[in-house]
């Protein structure tokens, strides 16, 4: 009786210190990423340099918060140049969840420009922690620990070359009709001509999946280039009120110009990566995915679409193509406009149709084939809620969208699908972070 009662005790004893008080749920965390989606659009940053300010956050909160899980595993030593984490005492308690979300926040915060946005959401959201009744000693010492992991995330972050890029070359225009140049309204320069140069997190470099080159430039009315262009011009021109719809609704542009007469105000919208960060919120909500795993979807998710981006940008500043507005309001139909305004930056291949594949591929790893959702991300924006019977379905949508608002041609849509695909892949392929 007394070795029976002994063992119990030391079961009792033993859970406490290696089960974690969890004060936050899963919707705390879809809480702070929706809230970092709001600083990321609020501060205007460029599909690619947002797809950096989620994965890192996104990385931070789960090596947080797979403590709470012996199933999943260490991102250290997979990605590109991320040592081995601060481990926690195993012989102390600790919120694991609470960690990650300090870590998430501390590094949302450092990495956009409205840290105000970040920390008042933090303070409202800690402080219902305690009103949880959590002890002081579990919040403090949880707290310490997800800002050690932060610390480590951020020192890494550090490296992967981004402040270096801020000096770099910009995009320098030419008199080549076949390269890529400003488009009207705003005609805004190239953005992140460099982005080739950041660290990548799973693909071995930025040239690992260089896709098919598009067509060869060509005015000849009979050549393949010529109708690919002229197959933009009808499309748009002959749109109906679906595919308008469609294009719409993927449009993400951060920063739309909108001219009236001489007046010219901006539109801020969600970027590509973050459609994407909203569907994987609404993946674990409908499967009431815990905090972990919720945790996991992020960074797998956000991964995908990081190196989708460095994949993307390495292949259009190599083939610099210029925009079908250009080509065919010189060379077709001055009064033609798209049907979305032309992003600053050159057309092959279309990021949407590269990003979206590869977080495709991330969520079905996770959630699997045929997982039908209603995509209500654009509702805040205006757009009614889209249903797609999978993630593919959704990233293939996603992709014909470009053409259907007239900024892509075809090949940027077909091969960016492709190489989306082998980035998505490689990704999931290469990742251990499940035990079997």
């Known amino acids: 009786m007394r070795k029976l009662l002994f063992g119990l005790l030391t079961l009792i004893l033993f859970s406490c210190n290696q089960t974690n008080d969890h004060t936050a749920d899963a919707t705390t965390l879809h809480q702070s990423v929706k809230k970092l989606s709001d600083v990321i659009v609020y501060d205007i940053f460029s599909p690619p340099v947002a797809s950096r300010v989620y994965v890192y956050p996104a990385i931070a909160a789960y090596e947080a918060a797979r403590h709470s899980d012996s199933t999943y595993l260490s991102l250290a030593g997979q990605l590109k140049g991320l040592n081995p984490f601060p481990q ?12 990650a979300l300090h870590a998430f926040i501390k590094i949302g915060t450092f990495l956009t420009f409205s840290e105000n946005r970040m920390e008042e959401h933090r303070t409202v959201l800690f402080d219902k922690i305690k009103e949880g009744g959590i002890s002081n000693a579990v919040l403090t010492r949880s707290i310490e620990f997800g800002e050690l992991t932060a610390d480590h995330v951020l020192e890494w972050a550090d490296k992967d070359n981004y402040k270096q890029t801020r000096s770099f070359p910009k995009y320098s225009i030419t008199n080549d009709n076949s390269m890529w140049k400003p488009t009207p309204p705003g005609y805004g320069e190239g953005i992140e001509p460099s982005w080739n140069k950041i660290r990548p997190f799973v693909i071995d470099s930025a040239t690992q999946f260089v896709p098919l080159p598009p067509t060869e ?24 009120a679906e ?30 990566g973050g459609h994407w960060i909203g569907i994987t919120r609404i993946a674990c909500e409908k499967t009431n995915s815990d905090f972990v795993k919720s945790a996991y979807s992020y960074a797998l998710t956000s991964i995908a679409l990081a190196d989708g981006f460095i994949s993307c940008w390495d292949e259009k500043y190599r083939s610099k193509l210029v925009r079908p507005e250009t080509v065919i309001n010189e060379n077709i139909d001055p009064d033609w406009v798209p049907v979305l305004q032309t ?6 291949t279309s990021g949407h149709s590269v990003i979206s594949r590869a977080a495709a591929i991330a969520l079905t790893s996770i959630f699997g084939d045929n997982f039908e959702y209603e995509d209500d991300v654009e509702l805040e924006y205006g757009l009614p809620v889209r249903k797609f019977n999978s993630f593919i379905h959704a990233s293939e949508e996603a992709a014909i969208s470009r053409l259907y608002g007239g900024i892509h041609y075809r090949p940027a849509i077909d091969y960016g699908v492709s190489q989306g695909e082998e980035v998505g892949n490689f990704v999931i392929n290469n990742l251990s972070l499940i035990k079997n």
């Open 243 to 272: 595919k308008t719809e469609i294009a719409s609704f993927w449009d993400c542009n951060p920063f739309a110009l909108n001219v009236t007469g001489h007046v010219m105000h901006a539109t801020k919208k969600i970027s590509p």
């Open 88 to 99: 926690p005492n195993q012989n102390e308690e600790y919120a694991y969840d609470v960690a």
């Open 343 to 348: 992003p600053p930056f050159p057309e092959h």
């Open 217 to 240: 430039f060509s005015l000849d009315k009979n050549s393949q280039f010529y109708k690919e262009t002229m197959e933009v011009y009808e499309v748009v021109k002959n749109a109906d």
